[in-house]
């Protein structure tokens, strides 16, 4: 056994992950190149050598649930290339107006027949709210409506969201509450499907980026668009919602965070899965916001996300079959590790999804349901 595999060994027993053990979270190694190639990278070698398929698990969301809980990720000192990468997300704005649409053509717009197979049938991209809920559609719909009752929505209601994905907020509100939206992505492929799927209703979706957004709203809402806004963005996108709101209007922010203030995304996420994206702090929401808006309620429904996302898996898998031969086997492992380890993310709680509302100072109290 040579040192790489005895720290790789070490590491893992402290998550209580067996090489080759019997336990659905034990890791089985096919490749002893593994043992290098993660201590050299950490979790960008870890995620490919998976895709590479050096390795496997019978149970990957609860084998990644461990690895977090026991935090082996600030355990193992990280390579050369990471730490270039994180200073280059300190030296440049990496979400800038000129790289925005990078995220729509690498990852929204893989496929619509990829995300119509694994999501709920309202297309929604986003954690959904499983309180009184059993299954997807429901889940997603319960979430819909939890946000249409915590900005207050009416008939008439001029709505703008920032990120819009396929129009699945946008749909809802326009046919439950006849309000009208205007939204905003910058993925071509969901503005084309979104507005087919919202033909006849007072929705208007847009290929645009958020900065770029003109007019004044009753309410501006994102509802998983600030994992893609970075860092240096944030006090610009509150900005920008400060700008397009009318008085006495309300903002709200749906989206996933983290437990710790970061400037960079996981190496893996970054080169596969979301370009350019990272999750937001409080401390860094909070310091975005200040002098603009009034806080008025920060819901974490964190737990609800791990559900989504073994749901979303579920699909994926049942649907395989009819999608491996566009996708390949390489993507299809790929897919599959974003997915669950991402439910093993909220397991842990090392991510957290907040639902915000906001409003501007001397606003009075908005009367809405908060939770």
Known sequence: MDKAEQVIRSLLALAEIEVNGPQPWDIQVHDKRFYQRVLAHTSLGLGESYMDGWWDCPSLDQMMDRIMRANLRDKVKQSFSIKVNALMARLINRQSSARAFIIGEQHYDLGNDLYRA?????LNYTCAYWQDAKTLDDAQEAKLELVCQKIGIHPGMRILELGC??????????????????????????????????????????????????????????????????????????????????????????????NVK??????????????????????QLGRAMEGLFVMEDWHNIGPHYDRTLMAWHDNFTNA????????????????????LSSAGGFRSRTNQLWQIVMTRPGTPQPDCRFS
Not at 118 to 122: A, C, N, P
């Open 320 to 339: 395989w079959p009819q999608l491996k031969g566009k996708y390949g086997a390489r993507f299809e492992r790929m897919w599959r590790y974003y997915l």
């Open 262 to 283: 970061r400037t960079s995304g996981d190496p893996w996420t970054d080169r596969y899965i979301f370009p350019n994206g990272m999750l937001p702090s409080i401390a």
């Open 165 to 258: 994905g396929w129009g699945s907020f946008a749909k809802y509100a326009a046919e439950k509450y006849d309000a009208h939206v205007l939204g905003v992505t910058v993925s071509k492929e969901q503005v084309q499907l979104g507005m087919q799927l919202c033909d006849g209703l007072p929705v208007e979706l847009r290929f645009q980026d958020y900065r770029e957004v003109q007019g004044t709203y009753d309410a501006v809402i994102s509802i998983g668009v600030m994992e893609h806004v970075g860092y240096k963005n944030y006090r610009t996108y509150m900005q920008v919602v400060d700008r397009c709101l009318k008085p006495g209007g309300i903002a709200f922010i749906h989206t996933i965070g983290s």
């Open 118 to 122: 694994m999501l709920d049938k309202r």
